[in-house]
């Protein structure tokens, strides 16, 4: 007897298979738009180069307060990035980890948490527009917080959906 998951559409089965096997094209697809964008290797920019001087040169203390240049970020985003700039070094590519990582692990969520809440196909749709989304993309290659707001956004909303 079948499952209720295989008897659902999209649930179980070939169709099942389909649907997931897209998915999967999207995430690569996705990841593969933020690697190249990631490869431009560019100079960093006012803003990132801001925060990043925040980053690695205030005290950690003071990464509790206001921030020099009138810069914003999570706290433990700053604590993050210190931690891979001390593991790896602090290099723009290296400053720009995070958020790349990041921004390449909110596609899989995404697709999960869509799928969970909306159903396999409109789940597709949702992940076909995060993975092209152009703000998406260029800022899993920014020295900001926005690629981790991404992934902590949806994890959080999957983890309640599950719950």
Not at 56 to 65: D, K, S
Not at 130 to 145: D, L
């Amino acid at each position: 007897m079948a499952s209720v998951a295989e008897r659902a559409p999209g649930g179980g089965g070939r169709s099942g298979r389909v649907f997931e096997f897209l998915a999967l094209l999207l995430v690569l697809a996705g990841v593969a738009a933020r690697l190249r964008h990631l490869s431009t290797n560019r100079s960093l920019w006012l803003d990132e180069s801001m925060l990043a001087w925040n980053i690695l040169f205030v005290p950690a203390r003071r990464l509790f307060g206001p921030l020099d240049h009138s810069q914003v970020a999570p706290v433990g985003f700053l604590f993050l990035e210190r931690a891979v700039a001390a593991v790896l070094g602090a290099r723009e590519w290296q400053l720009r980890l995070l958020p790349f990582v990041a921004g390449c692990a909110a596609l899989p969520v995404t697709w999960a948490l869509a799928k969970r809440v909306v159903g396999p196909a409109a789940a597709l749709v949702a992940l076909a527009i995060v993975s092209a989304c152009p703000g998406a993309i260029y800022y899993a290659a920014e020295v900001k917080p926005y690629s981790v707001d991404l992934f902590a956004c949806a994890g959080i909303l999957l983890l309640a959906a599950r719950h």
